[in-house]
Nanobody
């Protein structure tokens, strides 16, 4: 499975940004982790194979929304009301996603999100 992530960039606090991730080679649960400078990697959210089930980290719940285009195996992460603490490299993942272990079967390349105050 190959994951191709895109989006991200620079934003100011309160702005919105969107990330997308296309999965090639199989249909799996998908999600995102992030890693801020000097911090451990952390789970952001995940979405089921059929797109009907989502789960979010407490830190982003209510601000970030996952959706899925099942026809194209593409997942979208809509980020609103961004905060400086959302600054991180965001990694798209797929397969078995370990929320507590911060693991996943497949990882995409990271995409940087920078939020200024």
């Amino acid at each position: 499975v190959q994951l191709q992530a895109s989006g991200g960039g620079l934003a100011q606090a309160g702005d919105s940004l969107a990330l997308s991730c296309a999965a090639l080679g199989g249909t799996h649960a998908m999600g995102w982790f992030r890693q801020a400078p000097g911090k451990d990697r952390e789970f952001v959210g995940s979405i089921s194979r059929n797109g009907r089930g989502t789960f979010y980290a407490e830190s982003v719940r209510g601000r970030f929304t996952l959706s899925r285009d099942t026809a194209n195996d593409t997942v979208y992460l809509q980020m609103t009301d961004l905060k400086p603490e959302d600054t991180a490299i965001y990694y798209c993942v797929a397969g078995r996603i370990g929320v507590r272990t911060n693991t996943a079967d497949y990882w995409g390349q990271g995409t940087l999100v920078t939020v200024s105050s």
